[in-house]
């Protein structure tokens, strides 16, 4: 039996308890370390976690206890410094979406991980959701026929972020499931919004995403909506899928419901459209927790060496649309040609390079997608030590984060 992984925590505010209590709850993790800047959550989680040591000092978590892996779960503007360091001192890294402020640090970071043979995975919870998996085996199978378009809400009141509009907060969670059905990157990419709370930051966004034969995906997000609403409505031409993330039951609904033109008709009063109304059922799905799934899955990459289903790649991808859209806001709701053919695509005043990933799904069989792809990632062993940490304060032209200082 192989032994645990040695695995680090960085940032407890809102998200990174919940890893915490997954890793925590997972046989292969051994859970050394959680480490964050404000002591009173850090005092928080050692009445809850005893046994994990606690830091606020991020270079001695990189170097002092001999992790092997590393989470992040700080603000977005940590993100690439943080994983940047923890890449070089040889550790396996997962960050928590978005990747990071604009494509061309995730494109570095990418380019790190594949020089030393490290697992570099993003935090796209929604695609290890049992849930998503059944909606994917159902689009794939033509059940509903072809998708005419993908309608999303992710609406709540906050959580007001100060560093990133609404859209890079709520919408990688729908643009990750709606690339993930379609199985092909957008063509064209518009977003209007306004920010009615602070200037300067959006608070409500429309994005549209353009698909070849004409497809669509409307996503619209809001910190600003009385209900939380986590919904999603799947077209097909054959069938439809709403899809309800907050519904305690019955998440999926599939609607037997279609309009139908005569295929011949020849004055206008034989043309008359057909809707059908058939029955909705619910087909059972098992639950389990995504995040215990996420969590599982990247230490399964680590053991096994296989690259992970939500990559570097993946992660890539969302940034390029997120910028996409970013852009598509400066221009009034512009449409914004994807992927972008030159470096012009911003997210405030940040630059991105080309290209795009593949993100497939496969089957298993049993109902549920693969998880792991066949493709291998060679694994090597890194000696970490301080002098690959302070590296980052030499290449990195963005301020030392607070957290590298005791």
């Not at 040591?53 to 001999?66: D, H």
């Not at 494109?107 to 290890?128: N, P, R, S, W």
Request: net charge positive; proline share 5%.
């Amino acid at each position: 039996m192989s032994k645990p992984i040695k695995v680090g925590v960085v940032g407890c505010g809102y998200w990174g308890p919940n890893l915490v209590r997954n890793l925590n709850l997972l046989p292969d993790c051994q859970l050394k370390m959680i480490c964050d800047t404000n002591e009173m959550r850090l005092e928080h989680l050692k009445a809850l976690y005893p046994d994990v040591q606690r830091a606020t000092n991020y270079e001695f978590m990189l170097n002092g206890i001999g992790l092997e892996a590393v989470v992040i779960a700080t603000s977005v503007k940590w993100h690439f410094p943080m994983a940047k360091a923890s890449l070089l001192a040889g550790k396996h890294t997962f960050i928590e979406k978005p990747m990071a402020s604009s494509s061309a640090e995730c494109e570095e970071l990418i380019d790190i991980a594949q020089k030393k043979g490290l697992v570099l995975m993003t935090g796209h919870t929604f695609l290890y959701s049992p849930v998503i998996r059944k909606i994917k085996e159902i689009v794939d199978q033509g059940d509903i026929g072809e998708i005419r378009y993908i309608c999303a809400r992710r609406l709540n009141l906050g959580l007001f972020q100060k560093d990133i509009n609404v859209a890079w907060d709520l919408a990688p969670h729908d643009i990750s499931i709606v690339q993930h059905i379609m199985g092909e990157p957008p063509v064209a990419v518009n977003c209007r919004g306004c920010a009615h709370i602070t200037a300067g930051v959006e608070d409500v966004t429309m994005i549209c995403l353009s698909f070849s034969k004409q497809r669509t995906a409307m996503i619209h997000n809001s910190w600003l909506d009385p209900r939380k609403i986590r919904e999603m409505t799947i077209v097909g031409s054959k069938r439809m899928i709403v899809y309800d993330d907050v519904a305690l039951l019955e998440k999926i609904r599939i609607f037997d419901a279609r309009v139908e033109t005569p295929p011949h008709y020849d004055t206008f009063a034989e043309f008359q459209y057909a809707y059908h109304y058939g029955d909705v059922y619910a087909p059972y799905v098992k639950q389990e927790e995504p995040l215990k799934s996420e969590c599982q899955h990247f230490l399964d990459c680590i053991k096994n060496g296989t690259q992970p289903l939500t990559d570097g790649r993946n992660g890539l991808e969302l940034v390029r649309i997120l910028e996409a859209s970013s852009r598509s806001l400066r221009l009034g709701g512009a449409a914004v040609e994807f992927p972008p053919k030159n470096n012009a695509v911003e997210h405030n005043g940040n630059v991105n390079g080309n290209g795009h990933a593949n993100l497939n799904g496969n089957g298993n069989g049993n109902g549920h997608s693969k998880i792991q792809p066949a493709r291998k990632v060679p694994v090597t062993k890194f000696k970490s030590d301080k002098r690959a940490v302070k590296m980052i304060k030499k290449v990195t032209h963005a301020e030392a984060p607070k957290i590298f200082v005791r």
